[in-house]
């Protein structure tokens, strides 16, 4: 699978003039419906001239705008695709390369895009001693989110997974606030309760950390960090293998930056069984 246009963003970004990681950021912030408009329409969004637009696409490797905008509308369609539409026939699955291989390359291409500078500036963010850290998933991407709260919480205080149903988790936006961060982990089909639980906690402040595939959740305009891992498989369903990867790496990351402080905290919590 070719690098999607989200990874090659997130890959080249540091390289970036202040115009182009503009134009970058608004793409993100509005993925990929902004790229799907003309280019006077895209560098009116982002606030900067049309000729900006055009060197961000060259950046990114693309020889012309049409070019980008085909590769947004392969992922587009993608991105809308359901279990159903993506059950094979015998035919197409026996072509298939074997699931393993596929998650293993998964893995591979995710972190060839994650810098160690995004996986630290999660970790700065959930190390500050006075945040308060929600975690919290979708249908079948919430295992994770309870998974990476329950080392959370045996790192450090105020670490809250919110389960149930979507009434639960907003009693809680009175308590999320500006110290805050909350970790979202939704994949396609994007659930709109999540969304619109990420809107209100970023509109209160809180940092908002998303854990998504290579198509961006819409909640990627509201997440201050986003991580795009890849869950396309030869299945009629996503893997959360990758995402998983990623809990693990940002647990071994906060681990080690806690240091001490994290250390007796466990010693703790073992004390106290």
Do not use: C
């Amino acid at each position: 699978m070719n690098s999607s246009v989200a990874e090659i963003v997130a890959e080249r970004l540091d390289t970036m003039p202040a115009g182009e990681r503009r134009a970058a950021q608004t793409l993100v912030a509005n993925y990929p419906l902004i790229g799907l408009k003309t280019v006077a329409e895209f560098s009116q969004s982002a606030g900067i001239s049309s000729p900006t637009i055009l060197r961000f696409v060259a950046r990114l490797g693309f020889q012309n705008y049409a070019e980008f905008q085909s590769a947004l509308q392969d992922e587009l369609a993608a991105q809308l695709q359901s279990p159903l539409s993506r059950t094979a026939t015998p035919a197409q699955a026996s072509a298939s390369p074997p699931l393993a291989d596929a998650v293993i390359e998964n893995i591979r291409e995710t972190f060839r895009h994650v810098s160690e500078r995004q996986i630290s500036d999660i970790v700065e963010a959930l190390a500050a001693p006075r945040a308060e850290i929600y975690l919290v998933g979708g249908r079948f991407t919430d295992p994770v989110a309870r998974y990476m709260s329950a080392h959370m919480s045996i790192l450090r205080p105020g670490v809250v997974h919110l389960e149930g149903q979507e009434s639960l988790w907003h009693d809680r936006l009175a308590d999320i606030g500006k110290r805050d961060v909350l970790i979202v982990l939704d994949i396609r089909r994007y659930q709109d309760s999540l969304l619109r639980f990420s809107e209100k906690a970023h509109k209160r402040g809180a940092t908002v950390v998303l854990f998504t595939d290579q198509w961006l959740s819409p909640i990627a305009r509201f997440a201050r960090h986003v991580i795009a891992g890849r869950t396309a498989v030869p299945s009629a369903w996503d893997s959360s293998a990758t995402l998983m990867v990623v809990a693990e790496t940002v647990i071994g990351s906060l681990t080690r930056k806690l240091g001490p402080e994290g250390a007796r905290r466990i010693k703790e919590v073992e004390e106290l069984r």
